[in-house]
């Protein structure tokens, strides 16, 4: 293929509905011809990074357009997240598709937030959009804030403070900004040490607390659920009707919602759409994750994941018989055997829910204590009991993180350190004697009780080499007022169900398959306090003894996917 030459013409103002002009980078190879748009929106800044990727459009025959979204960078307004990417995306892809060089095909792409505002955009049926590609995206920041009622705290943080105060900051008065930018540098710096996450109430954290110069975070925890914020941003999956292809990673922070919006807009009767998951965490395709490194064949670059982006844009955009829409629905990475894999639906519908019980003689904590996992259910078995205590949580390490690579280290680690507390309950099958798959969704049903009147349950899964490498696979959390509905019962046993997210791994023959349970997981999550206060107004803490049963009146067992003979 011949390089094309290109033009390029820098903050073309795009006006919207209310009058706001937004900024956008347009690249067009010079031509005549009317071409098909490639459009993203980004908050990030839309000068960075995108010549490469306006060029390669260019050269297969495409407008690319990089627009900065509302109040952000060269664009007019008030940078309010999530609020306005309906309206603001759905009037640019009317003006995309308006232009004198496009041809009125209009297609989005581009991951996270950006990935948001294509499914913004698409929600509200633009005629001129034909196709996107959400990668590592999700639809509703109500259960990304709040997971299993619990506050995801280091990415609200991390987010916020990394991204909205910065820009923030460049908008006062240039005496103001270095006092300004002397709290930030120091909240930052004291995310890496854990200062940040620990500050109490919640919502006095510095700069986007209820105090500070962008109150972001104070308004999520204040917002009740029936709030119009929340309503306004959330996006239904079965209101995307054009042809949509969902990216995401095993261990990326939205991992459960880009596989549920998938499988979402197939059972709406949208079968024109497709996933692929691979091992990355948010951001980077590598095959480095973490500490565990899956193989150069798992990174985006060894599969074109480019050129998979090009190939579904040239059929919805151009018309292009190539193939794409005959392959598979499903692309997915098979950690454990370290292979990518097709599959024709999400979840598959050979695996087979299988539970594996929770076993122990009362003295499952540590890794050296004696739970155990088995498909046989328990009989009579004494209980398992742990003081949580929020003053010194059991601390994060990887898992789907974001957004401080410093703080909030992703992917997969080992695991080790954490179960050697004596709050971490530790559940392990005999060593495999043959490879066992598991693809989908997990689930623990918890049959446990505290003292407290209100508390947390963690859970994960891991993979335990036959060298000792425990390995993280997925994780949830589950609040007690919000599995309750109120205070808890301080002694009565409560079944606690709680969603770990989806994996596809093979627990090869000679590993074995674990279960963590603990109280908090900090500070992906917050702390609960253990005193049913207000969450994000809450200052004191006390302890909480937990009591975790497996007996056959209530039987705790793990719910794992296994796939036949796979």
Not at 234 to 253: E, M, N, Q, S
Request: charged residues 20%; aromatic residues 8%; hydrophobic residues 40%.
């Amino acid at each position: 293929m011949q390089p094309r030459s290109l033009i390029v013409e820098r903050d073309v103002p795009v006006v919207m509905r209310d009058g706001v002009t937004l900024r956008a980078d347009v690249y067009r190879p010079t031509t005549d011809e009317r071409l098909p748009v490639l459009l993203q929106r980004t908050p990030y800044g839309k000068n960075f990074s995108n010549a490469a990727l306006g060029l390669l459009a260019a050269e297969r025959g495409y407008v690319a357009v990089f627009q900065d979204t509302r109040g952000r960078w060269n664009s007019e307004g008030a940078d309010i997240p999530f609020v306005h990417e309906k309206a603001d995306g759905h009037d640019t892809v009317n003006w995309a598709a308006g232009q004198p060089w496009s041809n009125g095909k209009v297609g989005m792409f581009g991951g996270s937030y950006l990935g948001y505002t294509q499914i913004a955009s698409a929600v509200t049926h633009p005629p001129a959009l034909k196709a996107i590609v959400p990668h590592m995206a999700m639809c509703d920041l109500y259960d990304v804030t709040f997971v299993g009622g619990a506050v995801g705290l280091g990415l609200g943080v991390s987010w916020g403070l990394g991204s909205l105060a910065p820009m923030a900051i460049l908008r006062q008065e240039p005496a103001a900004q270095p006092a300004l930018m002397e709290q930030l540098v120091a909240a930052i710096d004291g995310m890496a040490r854990g200062e940040t996450f620990r500050r109490t109430p919640l919502v006095d954290m510095p700069l986007i607390g209820r105090q500070g110069l962008v109150p972001w975070f104070s308004d999520l925890l204040g917002y009740p659920r029936d709030h119009e914020f929340w309503r306004s941003q959330a996006c239904a999956p079965a209101d995307i009707t054009i042809p949509a292809l969902h990216v995401g990673g095993w261990y990326d922070v939205f991992a459960a919602h880009t596989v549920r919006d998938f499988a979402a807009v197939r059972a709406a009767g949208n079968t024109q759409q497709k996933l692929l998951m691979g091992p990355w965490y948010h951001g980077p395709m590598d095959g480095w994750v973490g500490e565990v490194d899956f193989g150069m064949a798992a990174s985006g670059g060894a599969i074109m994941f480019d050129e998979i982006q090009l190939r579904w844009f040239d059929h919805w955009l151009k018309g292009n018989e190539n193939g794409i829409m005959e392959e598979p629905a499903v692309r997915l990475f098979v950690m454990g055997r370290n292979r990518w894999r097709t599959e024709d639906a999400w979840p598959l519908a050979r695996a087979r829910d299988t539970a594996y019980y929770l076993h122990s003689g009362g003295a499952a904590n540590t890794l050296h204590g004696d739970g155990m996992l088995s498909t046989e259910p328990p009989g009579d078995e004494a209980a398992d009991t742990y003081l949580y205590d929020p003053r010194n949580p059991v601390p994060t390490r990887g898992g789907g993180l974001c957004c401080s690579s410093a703080a909030l280290t992703a992917g997969a680690f080992d695991q080790r350190a954490i179960e050697a507390r004596p709050d971490v309950l530790v559940y392990t099958t005999p060593i495999l004697q043959e490879d066992v798959e598991v693809t989908g969704v997990i689930r623990l049903h918890l049959w446990a009780a505290t003292n407290a009147p209100d508390t947390d349950f963690t859970a994960k899964l891991v993979d335990v080499g036959p060298c000792g490498f425990a390995r993280n696979l997925c994780d949830g959390i589950l609040r007690g007022r919000h599995m309750a509905g109120g205070r808890l019962e301080p002694g009565r046993a409560y079944e606690w169900v709680i969603e770990l997210g989806p994996t596809s791994n093979v627990f090869l023959a000679g590993h074995r398959i674990r279960l963590e349970v603990a109280s908090s997981n900090f500070p992906r999550y917050d702390r609960n306090l253990n005193t049913g206060e207000s969450i994000g107004e809450g200052t004191a803490m006390r302890s909480a003894l937990q009591t975790v049963l497996h007996d056959s009146a209530h039987a705790s067992r793990l719910i794992l996917p296994i796939v036949p003979d796979a």
